[in-house]
């Protein structure tokens, strides 16, 4: 099995483009609609929504951009990603003022981002 991709939610384009392009360094690889219709029968959202994909090597996210809708969220939803350098990735994060949890371990320590709407996400070194 292979991830096609996954789909988060953010609350604008700048938003999406400040972390995924900023931070992860990320290409907008395209742009669509999805019409009201189909986001209601699929998402149980009355409204046409756009969304954008990102991507990196093979990884690819789908942001579903959703102003002004409350969204209950969870703390255990999360994507786990590997970099090839995770101190890199914290300086830019703490540049960009992105929120970083490092949660230390033996001789290491757990990290986690959350970008700018409070999706997290679990960042592991490459080996």
Request: glycine share 2%; aromatic share 10%.
């Amino acid at each position: 099995m292979i991830l096609n991709h996954a789909a988060i939610m953010c609350s604008s384009e700048e938003k999406a483009e400040m972390f995924y392009k900023g931070i992860f360094e990320m290409e907008k690889i395209k742009e669509f609609i999805v019409q009201k219709d189909l986001a209601k029968r699929v998402f149980s959202i009355d409204k046409e929504l756009k969304a954008i994909v990102y991507s990196r090597n093979k990884a690819r996210i789908e942001i579903f951009i959703i102003e002004n809708v409350q969204v209950m969220r969870s703390h255990l939803p999360h994507l786990c990603i590997e970099v090839e350098d995770r101190e890199d990735l914290i300086k830019k994060c703490m540049q960009k003022k992105a929120e970083v949890i490092k949660i230390p371990k033996e001789d290491s320590y757990f990290l986690f981002i959350r970008d700018f709407d409070g999706n997290l996400f679990e960042i592991k070194q490459s080996v």
